[in-house]
Every structure is written in C-alpha cells, then in structure tokens.
C-alpha cells in the first residue's frame, strides 16, 4: 500500500518508444488526464532509465528489464502482447495491451469481406476470369455454411456474434465454455477434432502463446471437411505454411486468406505470394485507431495509477 502514496503524490517517469506522429497525438492526451506522469521519448528524452516505471511501445528497446530497473507496468500500443513474452516476464511487472473498440469494428469489416467473397466464390471466379471461363456453380445460401471461430475473446466473440446476425451457423471454440447467442460453444482440446469437422470456414483470432503456436497444422487442418477454407487473422506463428500449402495442393482445402505471418514484411520468395489458392493483405485486418486509441492510453495508465482495474491487462501466466 506504500506504493500508492509514492504512486499519488510524485512524479512518475514514462518513456514512449514509437513514432513521434502518435507521441504528438498520445503524449497530450495522457498528460491531461495524469498530471503526475513525466513523458519521455526514447531515446534521446530519456534521462535516467532508473526514473522508469511504465514503458509505452510495442516493441521494447534491448535489454529493457535491466536498463529500466524500476519498470512497473507495459502498455503494449497494440492488441497483441506476444512479443513481450508474457510468461518470461518478472512478476512485478503488470502487461496491459490496447483493448480498442475501433480494432474490433475493423476487424468485423475485414472479415465480412473476406467470408462474403469465400462464400460466394468469388475468389474462384477471380480464377476463372482470367482464363476467360464462364463455370457457374450454385451459389449456398448463409445458413448452409458454418463459419468457425477459434478464440472467442475481444475479437472473436463479437466476430461470432456478428457472422450469427448474417445468417450464417456459427461454431466457435475457446479454451473454457461459453454462452454466446446463436452460437455453438466448443472447448479444449478434447473437443478440437469435432468442432474442426463442422466447420466450412474457420477463422483464427487465437492469442499466440506456447499453447496455440503452430496450432493450425497438417493435422488440425485436416480434420476440416473437404472444400473448407482458412482465414488468418491471428498470428503467422499460429499456422504452419508447409502444412497449408500441402493441403491447398491436395485440394483437401479450397482457399486461404492470410493477413498475417511468420515473418512480416512476407519475403518475395514465400510460396504464398503466387499461390493460386492464397490471399494476402499486409497485417491490416485492423490496426489501432490514433485518435480513440490516445484517449484509451490516457484512461489505462489513469486507473494504473489510481490502482483501480486497468482494461486489457493481462494475466502473464496464461500469455493472454
Ligand atoms: P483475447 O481477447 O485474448 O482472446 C483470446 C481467446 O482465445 C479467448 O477466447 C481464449 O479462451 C482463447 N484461447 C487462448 N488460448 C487458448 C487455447 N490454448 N485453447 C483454446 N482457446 C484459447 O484475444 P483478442 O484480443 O480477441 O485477439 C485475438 C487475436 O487477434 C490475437 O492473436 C491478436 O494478436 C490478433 N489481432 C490481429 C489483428 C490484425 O490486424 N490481424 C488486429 C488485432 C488483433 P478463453 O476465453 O477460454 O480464455
């Protein structure tokens, strides 16, 4: 409890690492609602990396945990907190990544586009065209379609709930059970292999921890039925390339659409960028909005600060 008299009545240092654009944008939003914060750039604003107690960034200068020897708390500026390795973190110090309600309505649009243009195979009429085919299929309506979603947490439950309001059916899976409208609730893996075999389009919003890396392998993915296609908007590391590549190949699934991956920017060679059956966007599915987000940082570190319940903070023993 002594810490929360130092915590009210001094001054507290803050170092930012990332663009001076967003700083410009954050560093007054945070100043106004915390009189007691002392922000500083890194690396040049920064004057003794003893004075440190909460860093902002997304990804942390090198050995960040012994320059900053007094480091409290890490506002990640994004979604994820994977690079800050969650569970190797010392004890004392409090992880909080962006819970952003404008990343959740983005992500709902990315996705929308994306299960639309799979359902209605237009990613197989692209194909077409170019070979001036004219093949029509019947077009299956939304309730005849089961889109699945692994990781029903900020973003999942409400890309579930969302899909639930198209019509579609909707299996979803997590790693305890939930209750959620029109929605199928799957958990653990003892139920993987059968939520995977109802599903004709799975999308992944899985955190990437030890437990979910390469989660999306040759095995998992082929538990889904023939014709199935895959959206990635989690984390590269969840999905093994070779895996999907083979099942692509073997037509076991149909398509895949890829925002994210193992390394980014995605090397010219990689297979994916001339696949037929792959489609990529850069990691753009929905990234931070500046302007809500700095209101968001201001509000986080404010309850940080008073020691009331911060939002997006997360538990470092479960890496989510
Ligand atoms: P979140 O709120 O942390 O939710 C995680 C969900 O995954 C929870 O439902 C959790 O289950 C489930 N889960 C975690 N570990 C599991 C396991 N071992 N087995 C089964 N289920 C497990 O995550 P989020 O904020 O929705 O973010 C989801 C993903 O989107 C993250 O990878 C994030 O980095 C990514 N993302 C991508 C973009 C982009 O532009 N592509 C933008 C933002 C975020 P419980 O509910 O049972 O705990």
């Not at 070979?131 to 299929?137: A, E, K, N, V």
């Amino acid at each position: 409890m002594d810490d929360v008299a130092v915590m009210s009545d001094s001054t507290i240092t803050l170092v930012y690492r990332g663009p001076r654009k967003r700083a410009a944008l954050w560093r007054p939003a945070v100043e106004a609602k915390c009189s007691q914060i002392r922000w500083q750039n890194w690396p040049d604003e920064v004057s003794n990396p003893a004075d440190v107690q909460i860093l902002v960034t997304w990804l942390p200068p090198e050995d960040y945990l012994s320059l900053f020897p007094n480091l409290k708390v890490i506002f990640s500026v994004g979604m994820g907190v994977d690079q800050f390795s969650p569970q190797q973190l010392p004890e004392h110090i409090q992880l909080v990544r962006m819970q952003d309600e404008n990343v959740r309505a983005s992500m709902i649009e990315y996705l929308t586009g994306a299960v639309m243009m799979l359902h209605r195979d237009s990613y197989s009429y692209a194909q077409l065209q170019q070979q001036t085919l004219w093949q029509p299929s019947r077009p299956k309506l939304a309730h005849q379609r089961t889109v699945g979603v692994i990781g029903l947490g900020f973003l999942g439950k409400a890309v579930a709930e969302h899909f639930a309001t198209l019509g579609f059916k909707v299996n979803g899976w997590s790693r305890s059970p939930k209750t959620i409208d029109n929605v199928a609730s799957y958990h653990g893996q003892n139920q993987l292999r059968d939520f995977m075999q109802s599903v004709d389009c799975l999308i992944c919003l899985l955190p990437l921890t030890p437990a979910t890396e390469n989660m999306l392998n040759r095995d998992t993915l082929s538990w889904l039925p023939p014709g199935a296609s895959i959206i990635n908007v989690g984390r590269g590391q969840h999905l093994v390339d070779e895996d999907l590549l083979a099942l692509l190949d073997n037509e076991h699934l149909s398509h895949a659409v890829l925002d994210v991956f193992r390394e980014e920017p995605l090397k010219q060679e990689h297979p994916f960028w001339t696949h037929p059956k792959v489609h990529i966007t850069p990691h753009v599915a929905a990234l931070v909005v500046e302007e809500s987000a700095a209101e968001l940082m201001a509000d986080n570190i404010q309850a940080w600060l008073q020691q009331t319940p911060v939002s997006g903070s997360i538990d470092k023993t479960r890496g989510y």
